[in-house]
Every structure is written in structure tokens, then in C-alpha cells.
T-cell receptor, first 115, second 116 residues
């Protein structure tokens, strides 16, 4: 499978715990994105990497959230001191840099449940 | 604030019919639009995109129409099949260029149900 891969698929954690998700983009894609989706809503943009550089961060990304892409390949999203409001599907996407907009290809997400 | 929205939250059609899913946007600065299909438990799947310098684009069984005058986007699916049943999202890129590529704003989605 050469699509975007996300792990784990599901994560249940207790409030206050830290969690980390991983995303492996399509190999030739140098742009990587994190989105969050709650039930019945469309995905919301969180952050964007061009290679290893984090270029955009949404105000939705509080200081408890941190994303990295250290070598410009896979990315991790960490949430510290989780809250029940963090429960959502976290989606990763990647795209090819064509000098403009190009389609984002999404993974199947990590569903986080904070109890 | 400015947003992308959908007129119809649900659409039910018979197999073989053509489906039309509509989307309204309000940001005249948007220059890139994209449609996604999302099945239960999966991430959004790219269907088709269109740039603001076009008003129509066709793919396999799908056509996207863009009317910039009334800020309206539609997705037409020909000969709809049960496998087309899913939630369909339109999305826009509200910022032109630079570091905002891929910073999509999604609508709330339309549920398409295709009956055999």
C-alpha cells in the first residue's frame, strides 16, 4: 500500500495522559498536513509541513499540541495532558509540491477517545 | 466568518440515477476547490479538483462545475452506484499561494445514499 499510513488506528486514553500519533506520508510527497475531524463535521486544518519545516499552525493547535517532522519524512503529533475535548479523529494528509495547490491525500486517521 | 457550506445535508437516489451535490462558498479569494468522498471509518478520498480559472472539469463518472459569479460549486455523479454511498465534502483553499497551499476549509458534508 503506497498511501498515507497512520498509527495507531484507535487510541483510548485517560484525561491528563500524553499521546503520540504517527503519520507516514506518500513517499514522494514533501508536504504533510494534520487535520482534526469531529463527528458530523468536516476536517479542520491544524498544521502543515514543507519537508521538515513547520510552516503553518492553526489557532486550534494549543500549546498542548506539538507536531514534528524531523527528517522530512514521517511526522508525529503529540498531545500532552489530554482533555475530553481532544476526542476526535486526527487525520494526516500529504501532497506533492507542484508550485501551487495539489490534491491532499488523506490517511484513515487515528481516532482518539479521552475518558 | 467566511465559510464553505452545503445546501443539502442528505441526498437519496436510486441506482443508475445521476446525483448532484451542491456547495456554496463565500470567500471570493478562494482559487482552488476540491471534492472528497468519505466512507465510514476511513479518511477523505480525493475525487476531483478545480481551479478558479476553470468553470468545469470532468473525471471518470464525475463532473465538477464552478460558478464564480454566485460562488457555487457542484459535483455531478453519473450513473450512481451503491458504492458511491458516502459523505461528500467540498473544500476550498481560501488563501492564494505561499505557505497556505493545502490549508483547506471544509464544508459540513452531504450524505449520499444510493438505493439498489
Amino acid at each position: 500500500d503506497t498511501g498515507v499510513s497512520q498509527n495507531p488506528r484507535h487510541k483510548i486514553t485517560k484525561r491528563g495522559q500524553n499521546v503520540t500519533f504517527r503519520c507516514d506520508p506518500i513517499s514522494e510527497h514533501n508536504r504533510l498536513y494534520w487535520y482534526r475531524q469531529t463527528l458530523g463535521q468536516g476536517p479542520e486544518f491544524l498544521t502543515y509541513f514543507q519537508n521538515e519545516a513547520q510552516l503553518e499552525k492553526s489557532r486550534l493547535l494549543s500549546d498542548r499540541f506539538s507536531a514534528e517532522r524531523p527528517k522530512g519524512s514521517f511526522s508525529t503529533l503529540e498531545i500532552q495532558r489530554t482533555e475530553q475535548g481532544d476526542s476526535a479523529m486526527y487525520l494526516c494528509a500529504s501532497s506533492l509540491d507542484v508550485g501551487g495547490n495539489s490534491p491532499l491525500h488523506f490517511g484513515n486517521g487515528t481516532r482518539l477517545t479521552v475518558t | 466568518g467566511e465559510s464553505v457550506g452545503l445546501h443539502l445535508p442528505t441526498l437519496s437516489v436510486q441506482e443508475g440515477d445521476n446525483s448532484i451535490i451542491n456547495c456554496a462558498y463565500s470567500n471570493s479569494a478562494s482559487d482552488y476547490f476540491i471534492w472528497y468522498k468519505q466512507e465510514s471509518g476511513k479518511g477523505p478520498q480525493f475525487i476531483i479538483d478545480i481551479r478558479s480559472n476553470m468553470d468545469k472539469r470532468q473525471g471518470q463518472r464525475v463532473t465538477v462545475l464552478l460558478n464564480k459569479t454566485v460562488k457555487h460549486l457542484s459535483l455531478q455523479i453519473a450513473a450512481t452506484q451503491p458504492g458511491d454511498s458516502a459523505v461528500y465534502f467540498c473544500a476550498e483553499n481560501p488563501s492564494a499561494g505561499g505557505t497556505s497551499y493545502g490549508k483547506l476549509t471544509f464544508g459540513q458534508g452531504t450524505i449520499l445514499t444510493v438505493h439498489p
